[in-house]
């Protein structure tokens, strides 16, 4: 089935430790996002990339690193995890002839 | 700075009714707006979405309404059952860009 795949599902993180979220797509899309979803905040963009081989940051990004080595994975790393960063996190794609978002299932992290 | 908010955090309504969820949106320059639909323990999925050169779009069950002078969007369910229950939300995007703001989102319940 089309769509996008993150991993883990679910992860409980100590503080101080690096962590690295996986997504990858299969549609081919040229874009990719990372949010993370926090009660009362709604999504917010933390890092983007338009097509492989470029990022760009959101209104969220320290904290947090990315790399787009190619179209179908876009990780997300978080160097030294803190609590604040316990979340929900969405990786989500999107094709540049479209312009609505395929979202994957997300990945709840928390740091202790 | 721009932001996407919606006027009702819950919105309860009777199994069959029709559901009209708000939004407001503060840049005049958005130019598309999407409606995403969100179960629990699930990613965001796109309902239906408008440009801003129209001021009605219908799709099955659901339609959208955009008032650009007032800068509102609305999102009617019609004839609402158990399974539109989720959180919905409006996002907002700009010309020439794939990023989207999104609001806080609607806890949408439908009593049985």
């Known amino acids: 089935i089309a769509g996008i795949t993150q991993a883990p599902t679910s992860q409980i993180l100590a503080a101080g430790r690096r962590m690295t979220l996986r997504c990858t797509q299969d549609?081919?899309?040229?874009?990719m996002y990372w949010y993370r979803q926090d009660l009362g905040l709604g999504l917010r963009l933390i890092h983007y990339s338009n097509t492989a081989g470029t990022t760009g940051k959101g209104e969220v990004p320290d904290g947090y690193s990315v790399s787009r080595a190619n179209t179908d994975d876009f990780p997300l790393t978080l160097a030294s995890a803190v609590p604040s960063q316990t979340s929900v996190y969405f990786c989500?794609?999107?094709?540049?002839?479209?312009?609505?978002?395929?979202f994957g299932s997300g990945t709840r992290l928390t740091v202790v | 700075g721009e932001s996407v908010g919606l006027h009702l955090p819950t919105l309860s309504v009777q199994e069959g009714d029709n559901s009209i969820i708000n939004c407001a949106y503060s840049?005049?320059?958005?130019?598309?707006f999407i409606w995403y639909k969100q179960e629990s323990g699930k990613g965001p999925q796109f309902i239906i979405d408008i440009r801003s050169n129209m001021d009605k779009r219908q799709g099955q069950r659901v339609t959208v309404l955009l008032n650009k002078t007032v800068k509102h969007l609305s999102l009617q369910i019609a004839a609402t059952q158990p399974g539109d229950s989720a959180v919905y939300f409006c996002?907002?995007?700009?010309?020439?860009?794939?990023?989207?703001?999104f609001g806080t989102g609607t806890r949408l319940k439908v009593l049985a």
């Open positions: 549609m081919r899309h040229n874009a």
């Open positions: 989500a794609s999107s094709d540049s002839g479209t312009y609505g978002y395929t």
């Open positions: 840049n005049s320059a958005s130019d598309y």
């Open positions: 996002a907002e995007s700009f010309s020439g860009t794939y990023k989207y703001i």
